[in-house]
């Protein structure tokens, strides 16, 4: 099992800056691939970057490319997402995901491939 508890979201004006952290526990957080998702109201859970388990590879979403950056500490069992410029658009309840893989390299995209989710941390961003 891995325990995944997000904080950092809140409110913050159009171009402003917020840094998620997820803190791990439990099973060894290094086993996982990780990812960031959002929800807005009304819409599906997407989502937003994914790292894999060395932290040497990543992936972001059109809408959040050069914006966003995520990077996780192994060491410290925490990931974190960097996010820079944000947009009324990105407005939306933030989730940490972790997937289990044998892979170093793998990346998860879908919401089912991942298997441990936390509480979710609201960001709102005010125009």
């Known amino acids: 099992q891995v325990q995944l508890v997000e904080s950092g979201g809140g409110l913050v004006q159009s171009g402003g800056s917020l840094r998620l952290s997820c803190a791990a526990s439990?099973?060894?957080?290094?086993?996982?691939?990780t990812g960031w998702f959002r929800q807005a109201p009304g819409k599906e859970r997407e989502l937003v970057a994914s790292i894999n388990r060395v932290g040497d590879s990543t992936y972001y979403a059109d809408s959040v490319k050069g914006r966003f950056t995520i990077s996780r500490d192994n060491a410290e069992n925490t990931g974190y997402l960097q996010m820079n410029s944000l947009k009324p658009d990105d407005t939306a309840v933030y989730y940490c995901a972790a997937a289990l893989t044998t892979s170093f390299g793998a990346h998860k995209s879908a919401v089912w491939q991942y298997d441990y989710w936390g509480q979710g941390t609201q960001v709102t961003v005010s125009s």
């Open positions: 439990g099973r060894t957080f290094s086993t996982c691939a």
